[in-house]
């Protein structure tokens, strides 16, 4: 193998593994200065094109084949949820107050993510808070303080934005639920922890911070903020 | 063992086997689209072609070349339905690299800037090369090329890189794919 060959195999595949290309190397001082050349060049490469993948992108592909699997389930399935529906509805039963479900997904969630609720003095990445919020359609306009965490994170198959900003006593968890109305505040209580979930248009924010946090002031100022997006 | 348990095992089985490759799955259809909202769907439509298709997949240390076929057609398909408005270089590189995230070293958001601009068919082969350890064989087989023309892409897109970050743009007179 001559110069130009090697340089030429080099150029496309630095690891080129041939025994000529090798021995070619071992020999040749300038093409071993070329092939080291390359192989700093493609550690350059590897390092631009391995970025780090936005946070939205790393949801459970589960919401994909699960909202696959929904579409394959039998019509008669779809059937039954409507007539469960209308009787449910003819029978008068109406909750005023969310599902039960909704204040034990919010307050389960306080045992996720345990590293959100160290107090911090660094603001999240406005790309990252930026990504989290657009994945959820959802936008900001105004100033909550500091918001050092921002994570899409579901609660009962939604992904929501879950943001952490600071309150009196400590980090205060904030969930943008879009898909989850409520009609009046809602108190919740968990051990340790005290919140509120507030209707906001046709979707609702929960608040939830240490006990003894004033949460109402900053459900006022939070549900402010938050516009969704159509 | 019923059909329920089945199709939960079956599920489990499939996000195991593609929770490894979802962040390589994302940056081959960033790199191929340029547009962070259509690799973003190229991603999910993937996923759910790989999904209905799960029971094809015989060899599943086969799963990452299967996984990237899938998703290259997916992408496709995707582009022809909507093709993203034109945008100019600079813009694209602009707005790319704020999702990609600025780096301290400015040489990598150099070749970021550079990989952008170069040619789809000079990126995709440096992409699956460098960045998924494909062989020139493999990425012959995966574009529908023949080797020698993989070859000639990926000199050339090197070659192009290395002028881009000497001089501060891309050679522009090699042009053209093998």
């Given at each position: 193998m001559n110069c130009l060959e090697y340089r030429q195999i080099c150029g496309a595949d630095p690891g080129h593994g041939a025994t000529d290309f090798r021995d070619h190397e071992t020999e040749c001082k300038d093409c071993r200065a070329f092939a080291r050349e390359m192989r700093v060049l493609d550690q350059r490469i590897r390092e631009a094109l391995a970025f780090d993948v936005p946070?939205?992108?790393?949801?459970?592909?589960a919401a994909a084949v699960q909202s696959e699997v929904r579409r394959w389930r039998p019509a008669r399935l779809g059937i039954a949820a409507s007539l469960f529906a209308a009787i449910g509805l003819s029978v008068g039963v109406?909750?005023?107050?969310?599902?039960p479900a909704l204040a034990d997904a919010v307050t389960g969630h306080?045992?996720?993510?345990?590293?959100?609720w160290q107090p911090s003095d660094n603001p999240v990445a406005a790309e990252v808070l930026d990504a989290v919020l657009q994945h959820a359609d959802v936008q900001m306009k105004g100033n909550v303080g500091l918001i050092s965490y921002a994570r899409t994170c579901s609660i009962r198959g939604n992904d929501v934005p879950h943001l952490m900003i600071q309150g009196e006593r400590g980090p205060v968890m904030v969930l943008i639920m879009r898909n989850e109305k409520v009609d009046e505040a809602v108190p919740l209580r968990a051990k340790g922890y005290e919140g509120l979930i507030v209707p906001v248009g046709e979707g609702s924010i929960a608040i939830v911070g240490r006990?003894?946090?004033?949460i109402a002031p900053l459900s006022d100022k939070i549900s402010q903020t938050v516009y969704w997006r159509f | 063992m019923n059909k329920t348990e089945n199709e939960l095992a079956r599920r489990r089985r499939f996000e195991a086997l593609t929770r490894a490759h979802r962040d390589d799955l994302y940056r081959y259809a960033f790199w191929l689209a340029r547009d962070h909202a259509i690799a973003d769907d190229a991603v999910q439509e993937c996923l759910l072609r790989a999904w209905k298709a799960f029971?094809?997949?015989?060899?599943?240390?086969?799963?990452k070349p299967w996984l990237m076929t899938i998703l290259r057609r997916e992408h496709a398909r995707l582009y022809e339905r909507k093709r993203p408005d034109m945008v100019a270089m600079q813009d694209l590189s602009q707005r790319e690299n704020a999702i990609l995230g600025s780096q301290p070293d400015t040489d990598i958001d150099d070749l970021r800037v550079a990989i952008l601009q170069l040619d789809d068919s000079y990126r995709e082969p440096l992409v699956l090369q460098v960045?998924?350890?494909?062989?020139t064989e493999q990425i012959a087989e995966h574009m529908g090329i023949k080797q020698n023309a993989v070859l000639t892409r990926l000199f050339r897109a090197r070659k192009q890189l290395k002028s881009a970050l000497e001089s501060g743009h891309p050679d522009d007179d090699e042009g053209g794919a093998a």
């Open positions: 946070i939205t992108v790393r949801r459970p592909q109406w909750l005023s107050a969310p599902p306080l045992k996720h993510e345990r590293k959100a006990e003894g946090e004033a | 029971e094809s997949l015989e060899d599943e240390s086969r799963a960045l998924m350890g494909f062989s």
